[in-house]
């Protein structure tokens, strides 16, 4: 089955610098590859998401790239702010070929602080 | 209406007791999904369910029943459950042929 790893686990930046996440997959049939927050008791969110026939995408603050020989993605938050602090989660997925639906393998999450 | 509802919002259940979770969406998506999340960890995929019926089972103990009455509603049965089986339970939904999906806010489940 599909294994995401995600890095670092905790960061910590100054309010106004960039922030890096980054993730690798192992399954090459994953062409599905979100980017959920999670604020402490709230429900995951997604930010951006990115699809295998894309090599990058952006919205506003937030980036996403992906080098599908390496199997490598990341996320990119620019002029951070506090309001950016909470648990980012990176997945794949690969659609269900029968039967419909698909599987979402998340990373291990990032703990990202935003300091003043 | 654009929300995946989830009731109870708490649950506290002893480890002998029968309790349902339940989960409600109205964006009209016919693939609806159960997943586990333990503190500080990633949310893990339990069932998937499409056109009310289930897809995927990631070989979850019997104690967990899922249900999907309508393509609107999903349930999961819980019974005899452990301790270790506290966690924050998360519903969601997507277009069968789509990727996004949507999670519900979640039921914080303590099995005592």
């Known amino acids: 089955g599909e294994n995401v790893e995600q890095h670092p686990s905790t960061l910590s930046v100054q309010e106004g610098d960039s922030a890096v996440i980054k993730c690798t997959y192992s399954?090459?049939?994953?062409?599905?590859f979100p980017w959920y927050k999670q604020e402490l008791g709230k429900r995951p969110q997604l930010i951006i998401d990115?699809?295998?026939?894309?090599g990058e995408k952006k919205d506003q603050r937030i980036a996403v790239t992906l080098n599908k020989t390496a199997k490598h993605f990341s996320l990119h938050i620019t002029e951070t702010q506090p309001e950016d602090s909470a648990v980012y989660f990176c997945?794949?997925?690969?659609?269900?070929?029968?039967?419909?639906?698909?599987?979402?393998?998340f990373g291990t999450g990032t703990q990202l602080k935003v300091e003043l | 209406d654009t929300e995946v509802t989830q009731t109870p919002k708490h649950l506290v259940m002893g480890m002998t007791n029968k309790k349902s979770l339940k989960c409600e969406q109205h964006?009209?998506?016919?693939?609806m999904y159960w997943y586990k999340q333990k503190a500080k960890k990633p949310p893990e995929l339990m069932f998937v369910?499409?056109?009310?019926?289930?897809?995927i089972n990631e070989s979850v103990p019997s104690r967990f029943s899922p249900e999907c009455p309508n393509s609107s509603l999903l349930n999961l049965h819980l019974h005899a459950l452990q301790p270790e089986d506290s966690a924050l339970y998360l519903c969601?939904?997507?277009?069968?042929?789509?990727?996004?999906?949507?999670f519900g806010p979640g039921t914080r489940l303590t099995v005592l």
């Open positions: 969601a939904s997507s277009q069968v042929l789509d990727y996004e999906q949507f």
């Open positions: 399954d090459s049939a994953s062409n599905y």
């Open positions: 990115i699809r295998s026939n894309v």
């Open positions: 997945a794949a997925s690969r659609r269900k070929v029968t039967g419909g639906g698909n599987k979402l393998t």
């Open positions: 964006m009209g998506h016919r693939a």
């Open positions: 369910y499409s056109y009310e019926k289930l897809s």
